[in-house]
């Protein structure tokens, strides 16, 4: 089974930017849908963007215009560019995808967006 590992997370003030990898360990390309959720404490795990493999994105009311996600199925990885970022972005990243039905998770990666 494909593992997903998550990289790029930080400490940034409000109005930096970030960007977030997700590197597989195997093809991405047979993957419809590579996502980012995010996680903030005593919150659920709520969607914050996703792409297709038709390049097709879909993002959170709460980031549009900000974030960015892309996909580079040839380096089997899913990228996360998150712009003028607020302290309510601050959570822990998570990349996901779906096999056969069955979610996969990354580890995580922190985001705290603090001044």
């Known amino acids: 089974q494909v593992q997903l590992v998550e990289s790029g997370g930080g400490l940034v003030q409000p109005g930096e930017s970030l960007r977030l990898s997700c590197a597989a360990s195997?093809?991405?390309?047979?993957?419809?849908?590579m996502g980012w959720y995010r996680q903030a404490p005593g919150t659920q795990r709520e969607l914050v963007a996703s792409v297709t493999n038709g390049g097709t994105t879909n993002y959170a009311d709460s980031v549009k215009g900000r974030f960015t996600i892309s996909r580079d199925n040839a380096k089997n990885t899913v990228y996360l560019q998150m712009n003028s970022l607020k302290p309510e972005d601050t959570a822990v990243y998570y990349c996901?995808?779906?096999?056969?039905?069955?979610?996969?998770w990354g580890q995580g990666t922190q985001v705290t967006v603090s001044s």
């Open positions: 195997g093809s991405i390309s047979r993957f419809y849908a």
């Open positions: 996901n995808t779906k096999s056969f039905g069955v979610p996969i």
